[in-house]
């Protein structure tokens, strides 16, 4: 199960639009418990209200993707290290 607040731009999940995953696009609150999401899918993108009864049928596949300072995109700090001792020397000074 995810609550609304993990339903976040760039967050793919399951249950917003029937068992297919879906790639949330915009996320906006109206008040504390519904959630207006604009997402792609399959069919193109859409929008949906989210109310916290539609919670239980929200499944996480992947979380939002912070950004990194390449304009690309990474999942942990793992992914963030260089394999260059010399950027690694760069970054400290």
Same mark, same amino acid.
């Given at each position: 199960?995810?609550? &609304? ?14 068992? #297919? ?11 504390? !418990?519904?959630?207006? #999401? ?10 949906? #209200?989210?109310?916290? !009864? ?5 499944? &996480? &596949? ?16 793992? !992914? ?14």
């Amino acid at each position: 199960m995810l609550t &609304l607040e993990g339903v976040t731009a760039g967050a793919k999940i399951r249950g917003v639009a029937g068992p #297919v995953a879906v790639e949330v696009v915009r996320a906006e609150w109206i008040g504390s !418990d519904a959630l207006n #999401v604009v997402y792609r899918g399959a069919d193109g993108p859409a929008e949906i #209200v989210l109310f916290r !009864d539609n919670e239980p049928r929200l499944e &996480l &596949l992947q979380a939002t993707r912070a950004p990194r300072g390449d304009g690309s995109t990474s999942s942990s700090i793992e !992914d963030q290290r260089s394999s260059n001792p010399r950027d690694c020397a760069r970054a400290i000074e």
